[in-house]
């Protein structure tokens, strides 16, 4: 059936959670079919950059280092997502996206967690993992270790630096219902970002990262061509139902016929420009904002 604009939108959204409202994952992990070590997949550091703090984050410390208060351990959750920018420049799905990304964000649709892992006057690493909504509720999370990536960015005070490009792993839904499907990408049902540069600003009280950026990403052809997304709007992953290993059709094969190839979706919203490149390979630029709030307590993991 032929599809408006719209009504494509609106599909591809809920496809790209990660990228878009809706979660990615359809499949069973919490381990890897692979080797869950072998998907942390950590960066080297690098970068430098950087703005103006906002909110009194920097200023005179009387002597003291500005956000003193950042510690290992710690943990933020993204209360704000938002593309800025898809190869360069503007593209028809990147509003659809972020309003929908708003409400998946508040509905535990989507969700992105850092830890501190290691602080210094220099240098602050973060860890960033996906989290899924728990099945059966409507606003428990728990996290997905095998989605991990390592960020290491330099660090002037309360600013954090751009990192060094790292992959990234967007996953949307619930463990048993996923709203991606995606079994033969690296980290399976994920939308892939690789080589994101990321950089933030902490509050005075380190109770916010603000400013945050994706400097740069990309998500490559190959992957996109391999990622379907379910079509469910503004609904929750349940209504995506659970994965069907013996479907084939439509590119989907594997998931089941409520879920339509992410590539496709995308070009029904305007033509890509594959303007960026992984391992050598056609992918569209990604640029994008966030924020994030301290938590009290670590997330757990998924059973």
Request: hydrophobic share 35%; aromatic share 6%.
């Amino acid at each position: 059936m032929r599809r408006s604009l719209c009504t494509a939108s609106l599909i591809w959204v809920t496809a790209l959670s990660g990228l878009t409202g809706c979660h990615i994952f359809t499949g069973d992990p919490v381990t890897s079919p692979t080797n869950e070590k072998a998907n942390l997949l950590a960066v080297a550091d690098t970068g430098a950059g950087g703005s103006d703090a906002a909110d009194g984050t920097v200023g005179d410390t009387g002597g003291k280092l500005a956000c003193d208060c950042l510690k290992e351990g710690d943990w933020y959750r993204f209360d704000t997502l938002q593309v800025k920018s898809l190869d360069g420049g503007p593209h028809n799905v990147i509003g659809v996206l972020n309003s929908l990304w708003t409400s998946d964000i508040k509905g535990k649709e989507l969700n992105f967690y850092f830890r501190v892992e290691k602080v210094s006057a220099t240098e602050v690493t973060v860890k960033v993992v996906n989290g899924a909504r728990v099945d059966g509720t409507t606003d428990e999370t728990c996290l997905l270790p095998y989605t991990e990536a390592l960020l290491v960015h330099p660090r002037n005070g309360c600013t954090l630096d751009e990192s060094a490009p790292s992959a990234m792993n967007v996953y949307a839904g619930t463990q048993t219902n996923k709203k991606n499907c995606a079994p033969k990408n690296e980290v399976p049902h994920s939308i892939e970002v690789r080589k994101a540069v990321m950089k933030a600003e902490v509050t005075s009280d380190c109770g916010k990262v603000i400013n945050g950026l994706v400097v740069s990403g990309a998500l490559g052809r190959t992957a996109l061509e391999q990622t379907c997304t379910c079509v469910n709007p503004g609904k929750g992953a349940e209504e995506c139902g659970e994965l069907d290993p013996s479907f084939k059709g439509g590119d989907c094969d594997g998931c089941s016929s409520k879920y339509q190839n992410l590539k496709t979706l995308l070009q029904n919203f305007g033509e890509l420009k594959w303007a960026c490149e992984v391992d050598g390979k056609p992918a569209v630029c990604l640029q994008a904002t966030f924020s994030a709030v301290r938590l009290d307590q670590a997330p757990k993991i998924c059973p």
